[in-house]
C-alpha cells in the first residue's frame, strides 16, 4: 500500500491528491476558530498560496508528470480569471463615480421615498432577479443597483448580510436563468443541450427555491425593527445638502441598461459607466469638484478624476451613517480582492495542472448509476470545484467533461446534468470567500462573505432542491423510446 502511494507515475494517487485540499480546508477552520469568520478573505490569499506550494511540491516529488503541464495548467486558470479581474478594475472605478456624481446617492433618496421597510427584503431581491434576468449579468446587477439596496437598506435599519442575501439571491436567479447569462448558456453548450430546454428544466429546482426564498424576505420584514420616519427624513436632508439630486442623474443608469441590452461586453459596459459617471461628477456636483479637486485649473480637474477613479475619498455630510455609506475607495478599494482572485487562479491551475483535480473527480464517478448517487457526487463535485478552481466557469467545464459520459451510460438526461452544474456550481460559488463571485461580491456590498452566507437563501436552497428532485428521481431519465430513436 505505502509503496503503490509513493511511487512516482504520471496519474496522481488519490490520497497525494487529497493532500492540498485539506491543507485548505483545514487552515481555513483554524482562522475561523481562532480569528473568527471575518478573518477569512484576510488570510486567503496566504492559505491559497501556501496550498499551492504544497501541490507543486508534492506534484514533483510523486508525479512523473512533465513540469510543463503544471505551467499549462496555471495559463488555462489565468485564461478563465485574468477577464474577472479587468471586471474588478472597473467596478472599483463606477462604485466610485456613481456614488460622487450622486447616482447612488439619489437612488437612496428616492428609494427611501417609495419603499416600504416592511416590505424592502422582498423588493430588494425582486427587483435584483428582474434586472438580473433582463441583463444576463448578477455582476453588473450587484455592482449598480445592488450597492444602492445597500446603502437603502442600511438607512432603514436592516442589518447589512440580510441585504446582502437578498440583492445575491435576485442577481443570481436572474443570472442563472436568463438566456443572456454566459453561465447559463456555457451549462447548456458543455452538456450539448437546446438553450431554452436547458431553462425550462432549471425552472423545476429554480421556481421553488425562489418561491421560498421570497416568502422567508417577506416576512423577516414584519419581524424587523426599521427606523423611524422621522430618522429617514434626516438621511435624505443630508443626501440633499451634500448632493444635487436631480431625476437626470438616472440618465447615467439607463445609458448603462441600454449597452446592456445592446449585449456589450462586461467590462466594455463597467468601463463607459464608469466614465459617464465620471462626466456626471463634474455637471452635477459642483460643490464636490471644488473640495475633491482642490483648484480650477484644468491638470486640477485630472488629478481629481484620477483621485476619485484610483484612491479613497471621504465626503462630510453631517451624518455619520451617511458618511460611510458615501466614502468610496476605487481601484485601491478592489486590489486586496484581485491579490486574492489571483492566488485563488494558481491553486486552481497548479491543481488542473497537477493531474491531482482529475484524480479525485476520477475517484467520485465510479460505481454511479442511479439518478440519486449520481445528482448527489455532481452537486458535491461542483461545490468541491468551486473550492479548488475559484472559478465558475472552470467548475462548470470540467464537471461537464466528467459526468457528461457517466450520464449517458446511466441513460440520464443531459439536461440533468446542466442543472445540478447550475445548482451547485452557478449559485454556490458566491459562497466561498475565494471563489472570484464571492470575492467580488463581498468587495462591491461591504459585506464579508461567511456574514451574508446564511442570508442567501436562493443559493442555498437551489443545491438542497437539486437533491430533492435527484432522490425522487423525478424527469431524470431519457425514456425506452427516445433511446430507440435512431441517431
Not at 34 to 63: N, P
Not at 313 to 340: F, Q
Amino acid at each position: 500500500m505505502l509503496k503503490r502511494l509513493f511511487t512516482r507515475s504520471t496519474n496522481p494517487s488519490l490520497v497525494i491528491s487529497l493532500v492540498p485540499v485539506g491543507l485548505l480546508l483545514s487552515a481555513i477552520i483554524l482562522v475561523i476558530t481562532f480569528a473568527g469568520a471575518g478573518a477569512v478573505q484576510d488570510y486567503s490569499y496566504m492559505i491559497l498560496l501556501g496550498a499551492s506550494a504544497v501541490c507543486v511540491a508534492l506534484s514533483l516529488a510523486f508525479s512523473s508528470r512533465p513540469k510543463k503541464l503544471l505551467v499549462a495548467g496555471i495559463r488555462k486558470s489565468a485564461g478563465q480569471i485574468l477577464p474577472a479581474v479587468l471586471i474588478l478594475f472597473f467596478i472599483g472605478t463606477l462604485s466610485a463615480t456613481w456614488m460622487l456624481s450622486g447616482v447612488v446617492p439619489a437612488l437612496i433618496d428616492y428609494g427611501l421615498r417609495v419603499l416600504n421597510p416592511k416590505l424592502f427584503l422582498l423588493c430588494a431581491c425582486a427587483v435584483c432577479a428582474l434586472v438580473s434576468v433582463i441583463t444576463g449579468t448578477s455582476w453588473t446587477t450587484i455592482a449598480t443597483i445592488g450597492v444602492a439596496f445597500m446603502g437603502i437598506g442600511t438607512v432603514m435599519g436592516y442589518n447589512p448580510a440580510w441585504i446582502a442575501g437578498a440583492v445575491i439571491s435576485g442577481a443570481y436567479f436572474g443570472d442563472k436563468v436568463s438566456p443572456l447569462s454566459d453561465t447559463t448558456v456555457l451549462a447548456a453548450a458543455t452538456t450539448g443541450v437546446d438553450l431554452f430546454t436547458h431553462i425550462k428544466f432549471l425552472m423545476l429546482t429554480t421556481i421553488p427555491a425562489m418561491t421560498i426564498a421570497l416568502a422567508i424576505y417577506g416576512l423577516t420584514g414584519f419581524f424587523t425593527d426599521t427606523v423611524s420616519a422621522e430618522n429617514a427624513m434626516n438621511i435624505r436632508d443630508a443626501i440633499e445638502s451634500t448632493f444635487n439630486i436631480s431625476p437626470w442623474l438616472l440618465v447615467i443608469p439607463g445609458m448603462a441598461a441600454v449597452m446592456i441590452a445592446l449585449r456589450w461586453r462586461t467590462d466594455v459596459v463597467l468601463a463607459m459607466s464608469s466614465i459617464t459617471g465620471l462626466a456626471g461628477f463634474f455637471f452635477f456636483q459642483p460643490q464636490l469638484v471644488e473640495k475633491i479637486c482642490s483648484g480650477t485649473e484644468f491638470a486640477d480637474y485630472v488629478a481629481g478624476a484620477l483621485r476619485i477613479l484610483s484612491t479613497s475619498n471621504e465626503i462630510s455630510t453631517g451624518n455619520s451613517l451617511l458618511d460611510s455609506l458615501v466614502a468610496t475607495s476605487g481601484i485601491e478599494g478592489m486590489l486586496p480582492t484581485i491579490y486574492l482572485v489571483l492566488s485563488a487562479m494558481i491553486f486552481g491551475g497548479v491543481m488542473i495542472g497537477s493531474g491531482m483535480l482529475s484524480a479525485i473527480t476520477r475517484s467520485i464517478t465510479r460505481h454511479l448509476h442511479s439518478p440519486r448517487n449520481l445528482v448527489g457526487a455532481t452537486v458535491g463535485s461542483g461545490l468541491f470545484l468551486n473550492c479548488c478552481t475559484g472559478d465558475q466557469y472552470l467548475s462548470i467545464i470540467i464537471g461537464a467533461n466528467v459526468y457528461k459520459n457517466t450520464y449517458k451510460r446511466a441513460n440520464m438526461k443531459p439536461q440533468l446534468l446542466g442543472r445540478t452544474l447550475e445548482d451547485s456550481v452557478s449559485v454556490t460559488s458566491v459562497l466561498i470567500p475565494w471563489n472570484s463571485c464571492g470575492l467580488t461580491q463581498s468587495a462591491v456590498l461591504g459585506v464579508a462573505t461567511l456574514a451574508y452566507l446564511p442570508f442567501c437563501f436562493f443559493n442555498i436552497l437551489s443545491p438542497v432542491m437539486t437533491l430533492i428532485m435527484g432522490w425522487t428521481g423525478w424527469k431524470a431519465r431519457i425514456s425506452n423510446a427516445a433511446v430507440r430513436q435512431p441517431a
